[in-house]
């Protein structure tokens, strides 16, 4: 934090989590309270450390989305919601299969999210087709830390750049 505020002392902050690791599809699945006790710690340190926003990133299943916010929210601090989908048949969908993304964006901005989107998102047609279903009717500002690949099919920077 203090190496954050060193460096670029006119910007945000922001602290990061991602998921768990105990809702589907990576792990058997837990209740909302067991979700929202997992991330009040992690949450709380990140508040105490000073940081300006809190970022819940890589999410793959609403309920634990849900609890994140819920938690993040409790401490009175902005936060902002990604969720990490998976392309299957030239669309993207949650990595488990089922559940509608544009929904899940909508639930994040009705629950108080400042802002909502996607990370690790690859540039292509279906990322085209989701932001363009989603992003003008968001009530939230959409947001998207995209991915130039996986190792092994990595896009050079320019090509990334033209891509985006």
């Keep these: 934090m203090r190496l954050a505020r060193a460096a670029a002392s006119s910007v945000l902050v922001a602290g990061a989590l991602g998921p768990t690791g105990l809702a589907p599809p990576l792990g058997p699945g837990a209740s909302p309270a067991a979700l929202a006790a997992r991330y009040a710690r992690p949450l709380a340190a990140l508040a105490e450390a000073g940081v300006d926003l809190l970022w819940i990133e890589g999410q793959h299943d609403l309920p634990e989305a849900r609890a994140a916010l819920g938690a993040a929210r409790a401490l009175g601090l902005p936060v902002v919601v990604t969720f990490g989908l998976a392309e299957r048949a030239g669309r993207l969908r949650p990595p488990a299969g089922d559940g509608d993304p544009a929904a899940w964006l909508r639930a994040m901005a009705a629950e108080g999210a400042l802002a909502a989107g996607l990370n690790c998102a690859f540039p292509g047609p279906a990322l085209d087709a989701l932001v363009g279903e989603v992003a003008p ?13 996986l190792p092994g099919a990595v896009l050079p920077p320019a090509a990334f750049a033209a891509a985006l």
């Design 137 to 149: 009717g968001l009530a939230i500002p959409f947001v998207l830390k995209p991915s130039p690949g």
